[in-house]
């Protein structure tokens, strides 16, 4: 069973910095492109980041600057640092991992979210 278990949001104020963690655990043979979404209230889930197996990223254009994405691939970690912060980024942010494991070949798995909040 894959899991994909984010940490890291809460309240901040507009400017302010904040860094999202995810870690993948279970029984994983590859750990692909990983990612962080994000879906503010009544918009669509939106791609914020996204950074391949070998560590080249791509950013949306609105983030582009403010935030970085990284990952350790020997912890499975994937980490969004968030600089800079306004409040149009205030959103639930999702972990995404493509992963292959022992049973299934490689899908998309999603954390659980965690809500970022920028207000002054």
């Known amino acids: 069973q894959v899991q994909l278990v984010e940490s890291g949001g809460g309240l901040v104020h507009p400017g302010e910095s904040l860094t999202l963690s995810c870690v993948a655990s279970?029984?994983?043979?590859?750990?692909?492109?990983m990612a962080w979404y994000r879906q503010a209230p009544g918009n669509e889930r939106e791609l914020v980041a996204r950074?391949?197996?070998?560590?080249?990223?791509h950013y949306t254009a609105s983030i582009l600057g403010r935030f970085t994405i990284f990952r350790d691939n020997s912890k499975k970690t994937v980490d969004l640092q968030m600089t800079n912060l306004q409040p149009e980024d205030t959103a639930v942010y999702y972990c995404n991992a493509n992963i292959e494991t022992i049973l299934r070949p490689p899908r998309d798995y999603w954390g659980q979210g965690t809500q970022v909040t920028v207000s002054s």
């Open positions: 950074i391949t197996e070998g560590g080249t990223a």
């Open positions: 279970g029984k994983i043979l590859n750990l692909n492109d």
